[in-house]
């Protein structure tokens, strides 16, 4: 015969199943709801894909018509002297026009420009379109997929654990933003930098630039500005923690140029410019990250204060 405390036991190991029955179903539903925000932000981005991608590819769409501009001379037809031939035999006044056209000619030559998109196959149009909306699908779907996640974790969480998540979650989308919109303005330096390399090889030399290439190097720089932007996220998130605090930051000063120096080498450009920028922001984000974790630490005292009292009035 079973006794009380065995089917106790019982009756509460019956309970965790349910419990962790009931969390995977709902992290199922979660994850299926996050693949269809990635799908639905693939078909939007599909159905206006000429307008994104003539936005992102407005960078080296840019500096290809400098250059263009640049390179190419266009010949005068005024300056050319013969005209069409009506006698049956030319004169020698018409072969004498002929010699000086062709001196113009040569002396005022046409050159190639840059070409701005070359595709290899006759199905690469479409593979193309369809690979980047996947990309732009993913990048539109990440705050969905990123709030699906956090409904799913929050409720694990008591409510003095929920306090970081307050501030880090809107001050990351701004940083992120920020990180993205400082990367995109990098890619006209870059594109300048890379493209002036053409006049050092013989001519007329033309760049056959595949768009799904240009596109991964374009989500690389956006990717890693952005990262490198939620810096003093990471560093408050810490300090929250207790990893990390202000006084620690001053004395591992060394520390930020060491990240400067590893940032700019991990720039997917490599050009100085865009090194450049790089190890300024670190520095700037890092050596800002003082007051932010200052401000965290006044925060928790803050919260200490108010959990005192709570307790005390209790």
Not at 76 to 82: E, H, T, V, W
Not at 175 to 185: D, Q
Request: charged fraction near 15%.
């Amino acid at each position: 015969m079973p006794t009380d405390e065995t089917t106790s036991k019982q009756s509460k190991n019956e309970e965790k199943r349910m419990e962790l029955t009931a969390h995977l179903g709902e992290l199922r539903s979660r994850i299926m709801r996050s693949f269809l925000f990635l799908v639905l932000g693939a078909i939007v981005a599909y159905s206006y894909f000429p307008q994104i991608y003539a936005k992102l590819y407005f960078p080296l769409h840019a500096e290809m018509e400098i250059q263009n501009r640049a390179r190419t001379k266009i010949i005068n037809p005024q300056g050319l002297l013969s005209k069409e031939i009506t006698t049956s035999a030319p004169t020698k006044e018409d072969y004498n026009r002929l010699v000086k056209d062709i001196h113009y000619l040569y002396d005022h030559p046409s050159m190639i420009p840059l070409s701005s998109t070359v595709f290899k196959n006759f199905f690469d149009p479409f593979m193309g379109q369809l690979t980047m909306s996947f990309i732009f699908g993913l990048v539109l779907a990440t705050p969905f997929v990123v709030w699906e996640m956090s409904l799913f974790i929050m409720p694990a969480l008591t409510p003095k654990e929920r306090r970081p998540f307050r501030l880090l979650a809107p001050l990351s989308v701004l940083f992120l933003a920020a990180g993205v919109s400082l990367g995109y303005r990098t890619m006209f330096y870059a594109m300048h930098w890379f493209l002036s390399f053409v006049d050092n090889y013989p001519q007329p030399a033309v760049v056959m630039q595949d768009p799904t290439t240009y596109m991964i190097f374009f989500v690389k720089l956006m990717a890693v500005f952005g990262l490198v932007f939620q810096l003093p996220v990471v560093l408050m998130g810490l300090s929250f923690v207790g990893i990390v605090t202000s006084k620690g930051l001053l004395k591992s000063w060394r520390w930020g140029i060491v990240l400067a120096t590893l940032g700019a080498m991990l720039v997917p450009s490599n050009d100085y410019i865009t090194m450049g920028l790089m190890s300024v922001s670190i520095l700037l984000l890092y050596y800002s990250s003082y007051f932010f974790v200052k401000f965290v630490e006044y925060l928790k005292a803050k919260y200490k204060e108010q959990d005192a009292k709570a307790e005390h009035g209790n």
